[in-house]
C-alpha cells in the first residue's frame, strides 16, 4: 500500500465513522431510553410498536402508555381466565389463599386499566403533567397485588409477580419519557 491509499483510506474511514456516530445517535428510541430504567427493556418495548419508527418523543410516550395499558388489559383478563371468569376457566381448583388474592388483583388491575386510560387520554391533549399521577396509581395497584400475595401466606407468590414487575416497568418507562416532554 502506498501512501495516498493509506491516506485515502483513513480519510473513508474517518469519514464512515463518523457517518455512523450520526445515526446511531440521531435514533431518537435509543435516545430516549437513556433516560429509561431499563435500556434494553424500553428499547425492545417500543421497537415492537411499528408507529414507533417516525414517531417524536411525545410519539414515543404515547406507544409507551398504550403498551402499558394494553398490558395492564392482559394482565386483568389473565386474573379472570385464572378465577375462572371465562371459558375453560379453572377457578374451583385454586387454593383459597390464591384465590383471594387473585380476586384482590383482579379489582387493582380493573382500576389500572382506567387508569392508563386517563393517562393516554390526558397524553392526547398534552397534558403531561396532569397524567402522571394516573400511572402512578397503576403503578401503585400493581404494587398492591403484589402486597397482597406477600402478606397471605401460603400463597404462590410467583403466580403475579413476573406480571406485576413487567407492568411496572413498563409504566415507569413511559413515565420516563413523558418526564423529557415536560422538562422540555
Ligand atoms: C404483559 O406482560 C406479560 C409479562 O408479564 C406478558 O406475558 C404479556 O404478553 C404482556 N401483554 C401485553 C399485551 O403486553
Not at 125 to 150: H, M, N, Q
Amino acid at each position: 500500500m502506498n501512501w495516498s491509499m493509506i491516506m485515502m483510506l483513513s480519510i473513508f474511514l474517518t469519514l464512515a465513522l463518523s457517518i455512523n456516530a450520526q445515526t446511531s445517535s440521531s435514533d431518537l428510541i435509543s435516545q430516549v431510553c437513556e433516560h429509561a430504567p431499563r435500556k434494553g427493556f424500553c428499547q425492545s418495548a417500543l421497537r415492537s410498536d411499528p408507529r414507533s419508527e417516525k414517531a417524536d418523543t411525545a410519539g414515543l410516550a404515547a406507544v409507551a402508555l398504550r403498551l402499558a395499558a394494553s398490558n395492564a388489559t392482559d394482565n386483568a383478563a389473565f386474573i379472570g381466565r385464572m378465577l375462572g371468569g371465562g371459558a375453560g376457566g379453572d377457578g374451583g381448583s385454586l387454593d383459597p389463599a390464591v384465590e383471594q388474592c387473585l380476586s384482590d388483583c383482579a379489582d387493582q388491575y380493573a382500576d389500572a386499566v382506567e387508569q392508563m386510560e386517563a393517562s393516554i387520554a390526558a397524553a392526547s391533549t398534552g397534558d403531561y403533567d396532569g397524567l402522571r399521577p394516573w400511572v402512578k396509581a397503576a403503578i401503585a395497584d400493581a404494587e398492591s397485588c403484589e402486597e397482597g400475595f406477600r402478606m397471605e401466606a401460603g400463597a404462590d407468590q410467583m403466580v403475579m409477580s413476573h406480571r406485576n414487575k413487567v407492568f411496572k416497568l413498563l409504566c415507569d418507562t413511559a413515565l420516563r419519557i413523558v418526564e423529557l416532554l415536560v422538562l422540555a
